[in-house]
């Protein structure tokens, strides 16, 4: 018989809270990835987050879920987009693997966030770092 302790973080508790430490650790492309799906999305309406990895190339070294939590973030923390459904990647490398599909939420609030949000200032080339817990090494 197993022994299930409410102490412990669920599944979900985990996932966001490394999703959290990723934005932390990855803040200046986080920025830069939501800013360029937020505009593709104006600009063009729902699609999976296929569109922002054509837009916003990932450095070697970094973790390409950095997408997914910079993705995530304008959903649940920042409520700008919603998913209306889901789709299958169209990257060779994702395997079909089915995304969400999103969407504005609200138009002029997203405009408003890009407004207020700007790009952070680039700090250079990422160097990969063994220490670092989210190094695509």
Sequence with gaps: MEIVTTDR???EALRDD???????????LVRRIQRA??????DTGPD??????ALVPIPPGIDPRVVGAAVRALSADCGL??????DKSRRREAHARTLDVWTIRDRSAAVAWLIANP?????????ADPADPFADL
Excluded at 48 to 53: I, L, N, Q
Excluded at 81 to 86: D, L, N, Q
Excluded at 119 to 127: F, I, N, R, T
């Design 9 to 11: 973080p669920d599944g």
């Design 18 to 28: 490394a999703l959290s430490l990723l934005r932390a650790h990855r803040a200046v």
């Design 37 to 42: 799906f937020l505009r593709y999305l104006l």
């Design 48 to 53: 999976t987050s296929d569109a922002v990895r």
């Design 81 to 86: 987009i919603t998913s209306t459904g889901r």
């Design 119 to 127: 790009e952070l200032p680039d700090p250079g080339p990422a160097v």
